[in-house]
């Protein structure tokens, strides 16, 4: 009689943790987001996906109509492992806004702005690159614009990126006139880019500072007009 018992609670006691096992992430811990998680915090989109001049020059000039932007929960931080390198270069905290997210035969890569507190006409688009296990690859600046400089770029089905980067020729001296009233008359092509998105990361070198070809990194090929 005691064996009729025993056997049902001994598999009772051996797919409890089974099944709570299925709930956690790769950390074991139910509590904490897993990747999938990370994955829905950015709305879907397909790609080619492009970043124009005009675009991205409206939004210097406060012309676009921008909706109130959505930060990216801390919780899912430990997911852009380059967050901390692109903090070195900014004196104000770095908070990731999420863009887009893609999905190709091989990797999830999602698309996000650092946007700075008192810079909100200022972007800076990054993409972060993942394996289908959720293991990051590479991490790349990929469009945005300053005061000084314009990048647009293009993202394609194989996650190469053709970036076009500027010099913004102001109307008034932007740096004694500020943008309030001002405007771009005029943009400057200063060199175009070929970058492998899976490998290497580039989160703030090729963005702002103009820089001769011969000075841009190993994982971009690029010439000038």
Same mark, same amino acid.
Do not use: C
């Given at each position: 009689m005691k064996s009729i018992f025993l056997i049902p609670v001994f598999l009772f006691v051996c797919l409890v943790p089974m099944n709570a096992n299925?709930?956690?992430?790769?950390?074991?811990?139910?509590?904490?987001?897993t990747f999938q998680d990370f994955l829905a915090q950015f709305p879907k989109a397909s790609l080619p996906y492009t970043f124009s001049a005009d675009d991205l020059q409206a939004q210097m000039e406060k012309r676009a109509a921008a909706p109130k932007a959505k930060r990216l929960a801390w919780e899912y931080y430990q997911f852009l492992p380059m967050l901390e390198e692109s903090a070195r270069y900014s004196r104000m905290p770095v908070y990731p806004e999420p863009v887009a997210a893609f999905?190709? &035969?091989?990797?999830? #890569?999602?698309?996000?702005?650092?946007?700075?507190?008192?810079?909100?006409?200022?972007?800076?688009?990054?993409? #972060?690159v993942f394996d289908k296990q959720g293991n990051h690859l590479a991490t790349h600046f990929v469009a945005g614009v300053n005061t000084t400089t314009l990048t647009a770029s293009t993202i394609d089905e194989t996650l190469h990126a053709k970036v076009q980067a500027y010099q913004?020729?102001? #109307?008034?001296?932007? &740096?004694?006139?500020?943008?309030?009233?001002?405007s771009i008359i005029s943009l400057t092509p200063a060199g175009k880019q070929s970058v492998n998105l899976t490998v290497g990361n580039a989160v703030e070198q090729l963005s702002w500072a103009y820089k001769p070809v011969s000075s841009l990194s190993a994982s971009a090929v690029a010439d000038t007009k």
């Open positions: 299925n709930s956690m992430n790769n950390n074991g811990n139910p509590d904490e987001p999905e190709t &035969q091989e990797n999830y #890569a999602v698309l996000y702005n650092t946007g700075r507190g008192f810079t909100k006409n200022f972007k800076s688009y990054h993409i #972060a913004l020729n102001w #109307a008034k001296d932007v &740096q004694e006139n500020g943008t309030e009233g001002n």
